[in-house]
């Protein structure tokens, strides 16, 4: 029996990251074995187990074959006699096909050292086909990835385009796109998942909502990048350095401005009320990939919020109090925060303008804290009750807010 380091903690040494999980593979093993050794079973399709001291996974050795649509059209075998190159040659990239020995010798096949160092995503083998999850698999490592030069290699995003021309990417359920999606969401170039998903065609398939943006102009005066698809892109990116691995703040920028995709022709490059037709298709493309309620209302409340958010200093202090309401943000803090964010990325992800300052953050800071500050207790201790609590609390609020207001000078709004 011997067990090797593998996957993505031997590439991440390579690259000289953090290695977060450590994975191995168990060559010439029984389950039985394992078992007699301590090891706790955790595998439900195959065998993988857990390690008595460590608790990190060890799977046997395994190959696997193409049995149906979909990934989970597969068969898989695991014994003793499969070889760590058979078990190295079902892994998608060559990256992650790099295994190493207990004396740090490397047994890469498949030439991923090769490809680190060229700063390559390359397919395995052919078999990289049977496999939808890996277009997104792929997308997703562009987007850890890009920041330090990966690209995709022209015959891998050949293979990609093939498996979405033969209706490969249409069997994909959504609580895996979702699952890929939100990861890549987290990753420091998110605007690389799309471009990759683009590129192979797979963005229309799985986010027409999305792939509309692209094409789409805006005015040069609020938006020198003109189309609609690259400033969503330039919002990601902003999204992913303002609050780094928030997969929240990521799906709120990723769809804040779906609703320009539907402007009328005739209105262009103006998108008068995109804010609210935006709700459409966000909820749409929300239902069908079963994101989570906290992220589908959230982004729509920066869908629908976002405009009234840059131009804060502007608004009336019934309508500033009338926003914090809507959000929450009262009683939630932290909501605030997820929401500023969003709207944040939205301003500062356009050409030229990433380095640029974002008062209204602050300002709407200041503002739930001062109306946060009104309280009940002092209404009731005044012979208040019901309803008229109420309307006074509202009141008392409205009027913090505009002593506040006055102490803010308004700065023009991004568009």
């Not at 090797?4 to 010439?28: E, I, M, N, S, T």
């Not at 078992?35 to 399709?45: E, F, M, S």
């Not at 094409?215 to 609020?222: D, H, M, S, T, Y």
Request: glycine share 6%; aromatic share 6%.
């Amino acid at each position: 029996m011997r067990t090797y380091l593998v996957g993505g903690a031997v590439r991440d040494k390579l690259l000289q990251r953090p290695v977060v999980d450590r994975d191995h593979v168990v060559v010439g093993a029984l389950p039985e074995q394992l078992l007699a050794l301590g090891y706790k079973p955790v595998g439900k399709d195959f065998p993988v187990f857990l390690h008595p001291v460590t608790n990190e996974e060890y799977a046997l050795a395994r190959t696997e074959r193409k049995t149906g649509r979909g990934y989970h059209g597969f068969v898989f075998q695991a014994d003793a006699t499969v070889t760590l190159e058979q078990d190295l040659a079902r892994r998608d990239l060559t990256i992650n096909a790099i295994a190493e020995d207990d004396h740090g010798t490397l047994t890469d096949p498949y030439h991923g050292v090769r490809d680190i160092e060229a700063r390559l995503l390359r397919h395995v083998s052919p078999a990289f086909v049977e496999d939808p999850v890996r277009v997104l698999r792929v997308a997703r490592f562009a987007a850890r990835f890009a920041p330090l030069g990966f690209t995709v290699a022209a015959e891998t995003m050949a293979l990609m385009r093939q498996m979405v021309c033969d209706g490969e990417v249409d069997h994909l359920v959504p609580e895996r796109v979702w699952a890929e999606t939100r990861k890549a969401l987290a990753e420091p170039q998110p605007s690389a998942f799309l471009r990759v998903l683009r590129d192979c065609g797979a963005l229309a398939v799985l986010f027409p909502e999305i792939d509309a943006l692209y094409g789409v102009p805006q005015r040069a005066e609020f938006h020198p990048e003109i189309d609609t698809g690259v400033h969503m892109e330039l919002v990601l990116d902003a999204a992913a350095r303002i609050a780094p691995g928030d997969d929240l703040v990521g799906f709120c920028a990723l769809v804040h401005d779906l609703g320009k995709a539907l402007t009328p022709p005739g209105e262009l490059p103006r998108h008068i009320g995109h804010e609210h037709r935006g709700v459409a298709p966000l909820r749409a493309l929300a239902a069908r990939l079963k994101v989570p309620t906290e992220h589908a209302a959230l982004a729509e409340q920066v869908c629908r919020e976002h405009l009234n958010a840059h131009r804060a200093l502007e608004l009336k202090p019934a309508t500033v109090l009338k926003l914090l309401t809507a959000l929450d943000a009262l009683r939630r803090p932290a909501r605030l925060e997820t929401f500023l964010a969003a709207c944040e990325a939205d301003a500062r992800g356009r050409l030229g303008h990433d380095g640029d300052a974002y008062p209204s953050a602050g300002y709407l800071r200041e503002a739930r804290a001062v109306a946060a500050a009104v309280d009940a207790a002092a209404f009731v201790l005044q012979g208040l009750s019901g309803p008229a609590i109420g309307r006074a609390m509202e009141a008392a609020r409205i009027e913090a807010l505009t002593a506040l207001k006055s102490r803010w000078s308004p700065t023009p709004a991004p568009g």
